[in-house]
């Protein structure tokens, strides 16, 4: 059953395009669901994590956090009432907001239409991340994020550090901790079921990121990668 949603997720099929050796889309999606509702990919997503950064030599609980949003159109069948407009990026859909490890690793998802502002995913995202690992005491954010989030952060005792940009360096440059979160929404949209918001409701589509990240997670940890038919004839 995990593999077939994990199919899902990397290839960004249909249900109704599973493969026939695998059982059939509407028992594979009653198990996604199920899981979906449980919560059971976000305390897997939680287990993994831990595993993973104890074998980068770290301890499972952290202490330095990053966040970063990410505007993605949405497909004809998802509800308008949860869509909406970034006008910075003027993309019409809905906005992810992610907050990873120090070494890229998802803490806490949330999804809003993409209407909704910095301030506000990150709010939700401190909170999220707060309850579930209390040793977080730090936090980079990019300049789309105000003094709601660096003062919500204090009341939770997180220090949340705004980075700027270098004014004298003209075009792209790394900008301190911001380019891990930025690597890790890359290897999240190498999934190609979130090329697209393509759920109807936001908790499957944060199931979904989810689902990517144990996906990347279960590599890291036991060294493997996906085999392709590529040399083998």
Do not use: C
Not at 51 to 77: C, F, M, W, Y
Not at 202 to 213: D, G, L, Q
């Amino acid at each position: 059953m995990f593999n077939a949603i994990l199919y899902v997720n990397r290839t960004g099929i249909p249900w109704k395009y599973l493969p026939h050796d695998i059982p059939t889309h509407a028992t594979v999606h009653a198990y996604y669901a199920a899981w979906r509702d449980e919560g059971i990919f976000t305390r897997l997503n939680h287990d993994l994590t831990a595993l993973a950064r104890v074998k980068e030599g770290r301890k499972p609980a952290p202490t330095g956090t990053v966040i970063d949003t990410q505007s993605v159109k949405t497909s004809t069948n998802v509800p308008t009432t949860s869509q909406g407009t970034d006008a910075a990026k003027k993309i019409v859909g809905r906005k992810w907001g992610i907050l990873t490890d120090t070494i890229g690793l998802i803490l806490a998802v949330t999804v809003t239409a993409a209407s909704l502002s910095e301030n506000a995913l990150g709010i939700r995202l401190l909170d999220q991340a707060k309850k579930t690992y209390p040793t977080i005491t730090k936090s980079w954010v990019d300049t789309g994020f105000k003094k709601a989030v660096v003062e919500h952060g204090a009341k939770l005792g997180i220090d949340v550090e705004v980075v700027h940009r270098n004014p004298e360096i003209r075009g792209f440059h790394v900008l301190k901790r911001r380019w891990v979160v930025e690597r890790s929404i890359g290897w999240l949209m190498m999934h190609r079921r979130l090329a697209r918001d393509y759920e109807t409701l936001t908790t499957s589509s944060e199931a979904m990121i989810h689902v990517a990240s144990i996906d990347n997670l279960a590599k890291r940890i036991t060294d493997e990668t996906t085999p392709t038919w590529r040399g083998t004839y």
